[in-house]
């Protein structure tokens, strides 16, 4: 089975169930597709064992190698991580970044593009929507929502993707966070 079509089904899972209610943690909603997406695929494996891996590698942060000097040399931008992570990621994380907060969607009880993870970030920045620019790497979570939510948006787009149909043009495409440099 080509990777490419067990990576579809599962995104397109995962997506879904991110955007449904009630909220569920990632590791809820894990727990509940990868056994889909092995049924699938006619996989008789327990899911178990995959969800644990799952975790192992996503809680596992690794910043872009630019992260920090970008965020040093924007020391007089106001600046927040707003992450479609849960308190099992955030506890992981052995990073310490420069910025006012982190937001993460088991906070807020909702997953981007859900605009109210958006607004929850303005409201703790205590801002408007015109006065923020959302930085992401996701075309369809933060671009989509993004906008959705007012912001303008730079989508850091490392590989030269393009947006899904549905996905409203960004502000700003950069293809490393280095090119926020220039920006503000």
């Given at each position: 089975?080509?990777?490419?079509?067990?990576?579809?089904?599962?995104?397109?899972?995962?997506?879904?169930?991110?955007?449904?209610?009630?909220?569920?943690?990632?590791?809820?909603?894990?727990?509940?597709?990868?056994?889909?997406?092995?049924?699938?695929?006619?996989?008789?494996?327990?899911?178990?064992?995959?969800?644990?891996?799952?975790?192992?590698?996503?809680?596992?942060?690794?910043?872009?190698?630019e992260t920090l000097k970008v965020l040093n040399a924007l020391g007089h931008v106001r600046s927040a991580?707003?992450?479609?992570?849960?308190?099992?990621?955030?506890?992981?994380?052995?990073?310490?970044?420069?910025?006012?907060?982190?937001?993460?969607?088991?906070?807020?009880?909702?997953?981007?593009?859900?605009?109210?993870?958006?607004?929850?970030?303005?409201?703790?920045?205590?801002?408007?929507?015109?006065?923020?620019?959302?930085?992401?790497?996701?075309?369809?979570?933060?671009?989509?929502?993004?906008?959705?939510?007012?912001?303008?948006?730079?989508?850091?787009?490392?590989?030269?993707?393009?947006?899904?149909?549905?996905?409203?043009?960004?502000?700003?495409?950069?293809?490393?966070?280095?090119?926020?440099?220039?920006?503000?």
């Amino acid at each position: 089975m080509p990777i490419d079509d067990v990576w579809r089904v599962w995104i397109d899972l995962y997506s879904e169930a991110t955007q449904l209610p009630p909220f569920r943690t990632l590791r809820e909603i894990q727990r509940q597709i990868l056994p889909r997406v092995l049924r699938q695929f006619d996989v008789g494996a327990d899911a178990a064992p995959y969800v644990d891996l799952f975790f192992r590698v996503t809680t596992t942060v690794e910043l872009y190698p630019e992260t920090l000097k970008v965020l040093n040399a924007l020391g007089h931008v106001r600046s927040a991580i707003v992450s479609n992570a849960d308190h099992e990621h955030l506890a992981a994380w052995n990073v310490t970044l420069p910025v006012e907060f982190i937001l993460i969607s088991e906070a807020v009880r909702a997953y981007k593009p859900n605009r109210l993870v958006f607004q929850k970030a303005l409201e703790r920045l205590g801002l408007q929507p015109h006065d923020v620019l959302h930085v992401g790497d996701s075309d369809v979570d933060d671009v989509k929502g993004a906008k959705a939510a007012g912001l303008r948006v730079a989508w850091v787009n490392r590989d030269g993707r393009s947006r899904h149909s549905d996905v409203p043009e960004p502000d700003f495409e950069i293809p490393d966070l280095t090119g926020l440099l220039t920006l503000l």
